[in-house]
C-alpha cells in the first residue's frame, strides 16, 4: 500500500475544510495509507487561546496519539514545550527547524510506530513543519502553495525565507492562484509548479434531503449568503454599504470572526451567525438566494481562488463579488462588481436570482475536489510513485 503523509496548519475537524484536508480525504478514500499532522500544541496554546472546546479537542487526539478518521486515515496532533511562533520572541530560523525535537512524546518516535517514517509521497501545506523533509524518507515532495504569505500582513521574514527553502526542495509545487503562479514562476525559475484551483466536495454537499436552518425561518426577505473566514480580506464597510442600501435583502454571515467585526454595529438586515460545521453548510447554501464575497481589493486577495464559490455553485446558486485580478482569469458565472454601487447593482438586478442554475452545477462539477484527485494521480503515476 503507498503511504503518503501530510502536514498543514489546521485542526482537520476546523470549521472550514480547505484544500490540504480535502485532498488528505480524497487519498484516505482511494486505498493510499494516509497520515494528516496539524501544527503542533503547545503551553502557550492552551494557556493563551480563546477557543477552549477547540484546544481541549486538539488535547484529547494528542492524550490519544491521534485518532483514525476513517480506516486508511490517521491525524495527529503534536505537543512541543518550545514551539515556534510567528509573531513573538519564539521566531528564529533556528526554532523553526528544530522545535520537533521538543515534542513530547518524540513526534519521529509516533510516527516510527505508525510505520511513516518511510512514505512515498510528503505533502505540506504550511512552511512552519519544514522539518519533515529533513527527517522523512520519501520517494517524492509535494508543496501547495495556498495563499499569498507575501502579502499577510505581520508576516516574519524567518517564515518567508522557511517558505523558499521548502519550494527549493520541492519536487512539484500545486498553487492555486494563476496570478501567484506566474509571481512564483519568476522568482524560482527552475522549479516545477502547476496550476492547481480549489474545488468543491461534491459528496458534501449533493444530498437527497436538506433541513432548512431555524435562522431562515425569521426572515422572509431574499438570503444573501457569506461563509467563510472573517479576517484581513473581508470588508466590513462595503458589506455595511450594501446591507444600508439593499434593506429588501436579509445577509447572513457564516464563519469565524477573527478580527472582532460582527462586535461592531451592525446594520438590521445583518445577521451574523457564527461558526458552523462543515456537514452543516449545504443547508444554508441550499435555501439561501445567492451568495456572497465581500472582501477588500488587496494584494492578497488578488490571488485567492474562493472555495466557497465553487460550494454555491453546486447547489445552482448565484455567487455576487468583489472583482478582482483571480476572478477574473477564472472565467467563472461569478458575478463581479469593482465597488459597493456596482454590489448593490447586481443585487438589485432580477435577472441575477435567474441564471441558470445548470450552467452553475455544471461549473462545480468540473472543478470537484475528486478531479483534482485524479489531475495529481497522473502526475504521480507519470513519476512512478
Same mark, same amino acid.
Given at each position: 500500500?503507498?503511504? %503518503?503523509?501530510?502536514? @498543514?496548519?489546521?485542526?482537520?475537524? /476546523?470549521? %472550514?475544510?480547505?484544500? @490540504?484536508?480535502?485532498?488528505?480525504? /480524497?487519498?484516505?478514500?482511494?486505498?493510499?495509507?494516509?497520515?494528516?499532522?496539524?501544527?503542533?500544541?503547545?503551553?502557550f496554546n492552551i494557556i493563551f487561546g480563546k477557543n477552549k472546546k477547540l484546544i481541549f479537542n486538539r488535547l484529547l487526539n494528542h492524550i490519544k496519539n491521534g485518532v483514525n478518521i476513517k480506516k486508511y486515515l490517521w491525524y495527529y496532533e503534536p505537543f512541543t514545550f518550545v514551539p515556534f511562533h510567528n509573531y513573538s520572541f519564539l521566531n528564529s530560523d533556528w526554532l523553526i527547524d528544530n522545535y520537533y525535537r521538543f515534542t513530547v512524546p518524540s513526534i519521529k518516535a509516533i510516527i516510527k510506530k505508525r510505520a511513516f517514517s518511510n512514505i512515498d509521497v510528503l505533502w505540506l501545506g504550511t512552511p512552519y513543519q519544514k522539518f519533515w523533509k529533513d527527517i522523512l524518507d520519501y520517494k517524492f515532495f509535494i508543496y501547495r502553495l495556498g495563499d499569498n504569505m507575501r502579502a499577510l500582513s505581520n508576516i516574519s521574514n524567518v517564515l518567508l525565507n522557511a517558505q523558499d527553502n521548502v519550494i527549493k526542495s520541492a519536487d512539484l509545487i500545486l498553487v492555486t492562484s494563476k496570478v501567484l503562479l506566474n509571481e512564483y514562476k519568476n522568482i524560482f525559475s527552475n522549479k516545477e509548479f502547476i496550476y492547481f484551483p480549489n474545488g468543491v466536495d461534491l459528496s458534501n454537499f449533493i444530498r437527497e434531503e436538506y433541513k432548512k436552518p431555524?435562522?431562515?425561518?425569521?426572515?422572509?426577505?431574499?438570503?444573501?449568503?457569506?461563509?467563510?473566514?472573517?479576517?484581513?480580506?473581508?470588508?466590513?464597510?462595503?458589506?455595511?454599504?450594501?446591507?444600508?442600501?439593499?434593506?429588501?435583502?436579509?445577509f447572513m454571515i457564516i464563519g469565524p470572526d477573527n478580527l472582532g467585526f460582527m462586535r461592531k454595529p451592525l446594520e438590521k438586515n445583518v445577521y451574523y451567525l457564527g461558526p458552523r460545521k462543515y456537514i452543516e453548510i449545504p443547508n444554508y447554501i441550499y435555501y439561501c438566494d445567492c451568495g456572497i464575497i465581500p472582501f477588500k481589493n488587496s494584494k492578497l486577495v488578488q490571488t485567492i481562488c474562493p472555495i466557497k464559490m465553487y460550494e454555491f455553485f453546486s447547489l445552482g446558486k448565484p455567487v455576487v463579488s468583489r472583482e478582482w485580478n483571480e476572478l477574473k482569469l477564472l472565467d467563472s458565472p461569478c458575478l463581479l462588481a469593482k465597488n459597493s454601487k456596482e454590489f448593490v447593482d447586481i443585487l438589485k438586478d432580477k435577472n441575477t436570482f435567474s441564471i441558470s442554475s445548470r450552467k452553475l452545477v455544471a461549473y462545480s462539477q468540473e472543478n470537484s475536489w475528486y478531479k483534482r484527485y485524479i489531475q495529481i494521480l497522473k502526475i504521480l503515476e507519470k513519476r512512478a510513485i
Open positions: 500500500m503507498r503511504k %503518503i503523509l501530510f502536514a @498543514d496548519c489546521h485542526h482537520f475537524y /476546523q470549521y %472550514i475544510m480547505a484544500g @490540504d484536508r480535502q485532498y488528505t480525504l /480524497q487519498f484516505a478514500n482511494h486505498g493510499w495509507d494516509t497520515a494528516y499532522i496539524s501544527n503542533p500544541l503547545s503551553p431555524i435562522e431562515f425561518y425569521k426572515v422572509h426577505n431574499r438570503i444573501a449568503l457569506y461563509i467563510g473566514a472573517i479576517d484581513e480580506w473581508f470588508d466590513f464597510d462595503l458589506l455595511m454599504n450594501v446591507a444600508k442600501k439593499c434593506r429588501e435583502i436579509s
